[in-house]
Nanobody
Framework: QFVESGGGLVQPGDSLTLSCSAS???????IAWFHQAPGMDRDGIAC????????NYADSVKGRFTISRDNAKNTVYLRMNMVKPEDTGLYYC?????????????????WGQGTQVTVSS
């Protein structure tokens, strides 16, 4: 299971980095960040391959968000730049497969608590 952190209240245009930490070695897994806006389903937004050499993004965050990982620290990061009010919501990470469109990413295992990001002026 993952523990997400780093959320907070930020203004539109600000930057923020989220962290997703695991107690077990993550190097064998592809991992994605998912976003759940208020009242909406959880959607995949960024995914990274096992060695970090490949990434896949939802159109809504492409060019603004960057996913990265440090397998030695069992941690995956999401750098969020130029945040928008529609980025508000809970952010989760999960093991998944990165192939295909984000809507097809199927998360494995249970969800963590998530970390709340609120973008508001």
């Amino acid at each position: 299971q993952f523990v997400e952190s780093g959320g907070g209240l930020v203004q539109p245009g600000d930057s923020l980095t989220l962290s997703c930490s695991a107690s077990a070695y993550i190097g064998s897994n592809e991992i994605a960040w998912f976003h759940q806006a208020p009242g909406m389903d959880r959607d995949g937004i960024a995914c990274i391959t096992r060695n970090g050499g490949g990434t896949n993004y939802a159109d809504s965050v492409k060019g603004r968000f960057t996913i990265s990982r440090d397998n030695a620290k069992n941690t995956v990061y999401l750098r969020m730049n130029m945040v928008k009010p529609e980025d508000t919501g809970l952010y989760y990470c999960a093991t998944t497969g990165c192939a295909g469109r984000p809507g097809s990413w199927f998360p494995f295992g249970s969800w963590g608590q998530g970390t709340q990001v609120t973008v508001s002026s």
